[in-house]
């Protein structure tokens, strides 16, 4: 199994930055792909950025050139650098792992942009 725990959200000015961290734990070898997802009142939860095991990295059309998921190897943790943030990003984010058993996500953190 593996367990997530994100951190990092907040409120925030439209314009801002914020970066969201998921720490990642247990069979950590067995992850083939981790995510960032978010679901916004009364909306589907949806796919935001996600980050293969070779370093590819795919995003939804909404945050390209805005948001960056990145990683850390060494510290099993995986990144979302969110910057030029508008009312639309406010959501709840949830991280995501995908491995060969299962998908196993955390409990979410929210993110809120005033405008």
């Known amino acids: 199994q593996v367990q997530l725990v994100e951190s990092g959200g907040g409120l925030v000015q439209a314009g801002g930055s914020l970066r969201l961290s998921c720490a990642a734990s247990g069979s950590i070898s067995s992850i083939n792909v981790m995510g960032w997802y978010r679901q916004a009142p009364g909306k589907q939860r949806e796919l935001v950025a996600r980050?293969?095991?070779?370093?590819?990295?795919n995003y939804a059309d909404s945050v390209k050139g805005r948001l960056t998921i990145s990683r850390d190897n060494a510290k099993n943790t995986v990144y979302l650098q969110m910057n030029s943030l508008t009312s639309e990003d406010t959501a709840v984010y949830y991280c995501?792992?995908?491995?060969?058993?299962?998908?196993?996500w955390g409990q979410g953190t929210q993110v809120t942009v005033s405008s």
């Open positions: 995501r792992s995908e491995t060969y058993a299962g998908v196993y």
């Open positions: 980050i293969f095991s070779g370093g590819i990295t």
